[in-house]
């Protein structure tokens, strides 16, 4: 018993050495080097965030996803330091993630390059997305007839990627009753080059009623003052007086403050602040 007491202790002293000197791996260990750490990288994410890197090197799906759930949640855009965050995310193993990363730049009005797109991307209520597949570009486009939901999150995915031939399916659907699926065609015709069309389809939807939250109200206006319609910054005044989503982690609030760097909490002060940025030629 002794000898074999004494063999164990030895493989275990052999492991444990292994293990120091870097040469051996331990079972679903995630390494990485002190110079590709997240919070060196990313160091205004690691302060919201705690425990960054474990997190963000977990094998494990949902707590990566949970990480950008946890930084949105309360703050939803952060046109400084969100956006080189979510594209480093690009390059994760999850198309999932990745979908969540490209989704999010787009809600920054970051639209990323065919050349930088991940090959696979997990689109809700369509599933895998190859977009360099002609079957899975066929089948989202046939989606895309669809006036409903499923349309829209189709158009959606395939304005991300660029797909011009989806032009004329998306301008069919700005006569959708849905709303999201309409703020879907109108940015997609803003993305592939029908400026004019996507944005009228824009202020339309700042002036729309068909919806009970206001939430794509106030999108289209965010997306109009990032395309340099500065003037459809009122449209959020009115949905702060209006009260639309004021205790929501979409309120019109954190838009306005992320598109101006300033922080009122009223219509009226928000008003007054325009005035004198019009007076002074901003």
């Given at each position: 018993?002794?000898?074999?007491?004494?063999?164990?202790?030895?493989?275990?002293?052999?492991?444990?050495?292994?293990?120091?000197?870097?040469?051996?791996?331990?079972?679903?260990?995630?390494?990485?080097?002190?110079?590709?750490?997240?919070?060196?990288?990313?160091?205004?994410?690691?302060?919201?965030?705690?425990?960054?890197?474990?997190r963000?090197?977990?094998?494990?799906?949902?707590?990566?996803?949970?990480?950008?759930?946890?930084?949105?949640?309360?703050q939803?855009?952060?046109?400084?330091?969100?956006?080189?965050?979510?594209?480093?995310?690009?390059?994760?193993?999850?198309?999932?993630?990745?979908?969540?990363?490209?989704?999010?730049?787009?809600?920054?009005?970051?639209?990323?390059?065919?050349?930088?797109?991940?090959?696979?991307?997990?689109?809700?209520?369509?599933?895998?997305?190859a977009?360099?597949?002609?079957?899975?570009?066929?089948?989202?486009?046939?989606?895309?007839?669809?006036?409903?939901?499923?349309?829209?999150?189709?158009?959606?995915?395939?304005?991300?990627?660029?797909?011009?031939e989806?032009?004329?399916?998306?301008?069919?659907?700005?006569?959708?009753?849905?709303?999201?699926?309409?703020?879907?065609a109108?940015?997609?015709?803003?993305?592939?080059?029908?400026?004019?069309?996507?944005?009228?389809?824009?202020?339309?939807?700042?002036?729309?009623?068909?919806e009970?939250?206001?939430?794509?109200?106030?999108?289209?206006?965010?997306?109009l003052?990032?395309?340099?319609?500065?003037?459809?910054i009122?449209?959020?005044?009115?949905?702060?007086?209006?009260?639309?989503?004021?205790?929501?982690?979409?309120?019109?609030l954190?838009?306005?403050?992320?598109?101006?760097?300033?922080?009122?909490?009223?219509?009226?002060?928000?008003r007054?602040?325009?005035?004198?940025?019009?007076?002074?030629?901003?």
């Open positions: 018993m002794k000898a074999v007491h004494h063999t164990h202790s030895l493989r275990t002293a052999h492991v444990l050495l292994l293990l120091a000197a870097g040469l051996l791996v331990a079972p679903h260990a995630h390494v990485q080097d002190a110079k590709d750490s997240w919070a060196k990288k990313f160091p205004a994410i690691a302060v919201r965030i705690k425990h960054l890197d474990e963000m090197n977990s094998p494990e799906e949902y707590v990566r996803k949970r990480v950008l759930n946890e930084l949105t949640s309360y939803p855009r952060d046109s400084k330091h969100y956006p080189p965050f979510l594209r480093a995310l690009l390059k994760d193993s999850s198309p999932a993630l990745r979908w969540q990363a490209v989704h999010q730049l787009w809600e920054h009005n970051h639209f990323v390059d065919k050349k930088d797109l991940p090959a696979i991307l997990d689109v809700p209520l369509m599933g895998e997305f977009w360099q597949d002609p079957k899975h570009l066929e089948r989202f486009r046939s989606a895309a007839r669809s006036p409903d939901a499923d349309g829209g999150w189709a158009i959606h995915a395939l304005g991300i990627v660029g797909d011009k989806s032009i004329p399916l998306a301008k069919n659907l700005l006569s959708s009753k849905n709303v999201f699926t309409r703020f879907s109108a940015m997609l015709l803003v993305q592939l080059g029908e400026v004019k069309e996507g944005v009228d389809a824009l202020y339309k939807i700042t002036d729309s009623n068909d009970p939250t206001g939430f794509y109200r106030c999108r289209a206006a965010e997306v003052v990032r395309l340099g319609h500065k003037k459809a009122e449209s959020l005044f009115q949905e702060v007086a209006r009260g639309t989503l004021s205790n929501s982690t979409y309120s019109p954190k838009f306005l403050e992320d598109l101006t760097g300033q922080y009122f909490s009223t219509a009226a002060e928000w007054r602040w325009w005035q004198l940025e019009q007076r002074n030629g901003k």
